[in-house]
T-cell receptor
Framework: NAGVTQTPKFQVLKTGQSMTLQCAQD?????MYWYRQDPGMGLRLIYY???????DKGEVPNGYNVSRLNKREFSLRLESAAPSQTSVYFC???????????????FGPGTRLTVT | TQLLEQSPQFLSIQEGENLTVYCNSS?????LQWYRQEPGEGPVLLVT???GGEVKKLKRLTFQFGDARKDSSLHITAAQPGDTGLYLC??????????WGAGTKLIIKP
């Protein structure tokens, strides 16, 4: 079992370029998440998908779009990259989110993105 | 806005010392999790606490959930260099939102 995989691991973009970060999980979990992590700010939720076919905005969705292609795959797209989007991006998967119930989230290894 | 505050933000101690880090909220939550993140990797779950006053032990790590379910602490006994990492707490609020603390960066020096 690979768990949660992310590609690429590193990426450098120029301002205005676009790219898609890929995420796949082989644990058959319903919920998937995209986070960004900046120094001193912990994890901030960009988008999440509670189940196949649904996506919702998190805390910091501006400048991003997502696609839940199927149960396994959840991609994050930057249409026009900006230096403020320089960060480490993590994808995660878990059982379905219920109000007040915290299920274990399984994280990928991250994508380190630099926008110049 | 619900916030989850973690303290201290940064802690550097010698191997063998004890330490406690804290996670506090202005809101009551039904459950809370602690994760550890090592450099260059994603966070990994350490524990989930559910009941007010609950205490869980994981080897040298002791987790406590406050009676009022608004705070939690993580105590490490006889810290080792392998405990080095970023310790994050998180809970799911009633609106299905995941609320993460900013983390405590812990360095254990040999």
């Amino acid at each position: 079992n690979a768990g949660v995989t992310q590609t690429p691991k590193f990426q450098v973009l120029k301002t205005g370029q676009s790219m898609t970060l890929q995420c796949a999980q082989d644990m058959n979990h319903n919920s998937m998440y995209w986070y960004r992590q900046d120094p001193g700010m912990g994890l901030r939720l960009i988008y999440y998908s509670a189940s196949e076919g649904t996506t919702d905005k998190g805390e910091v969705p501006n400048g991003y779009n997502v696609s839940r292609l199927n149960k396994r795959e959840f991609s994050l797209r930057l249409e026009s990259a900006a230096p403020s989007q320089t960060s480490v991006y993590f994808c995660a998967a878990s059982h379905s989110v219920l109000a007040g119930v915290a299920y274990e989230q399984y994280f990928g290894p991250g994508t380190r993105l630099t926008v110049t | 806005t619900q916030l989850l505050e973690q303290s201290p933000q940064f802690l550097s101690i010698q191997e063998g010392e004890n330490l406690t880090v804290y996670c506090n909220s202005s809101s009551v939550f039904s459950s809370l999790q602690w994760y550890r993140q090592e450099p260059g990797e994603g966070p990994v779950l350490l524990v989930t606490v559910v009941t007010g006053g609950e205490v869980k032990k994981l080897k040298r790590l002791t987790f406590q959930f406050g009676d009022a379910r608004k705070d939690s602490s993580l105590h490490i006994t006889a810290a080792q260099p392998g405990d080095t990492g970023l310790y994050l707490c998180v809970f799911v609020d009633s609106n299905y939102q995941l609320i993460w603390g900013a983390g405590t960066k812990l360095i254990i020096k040999p």
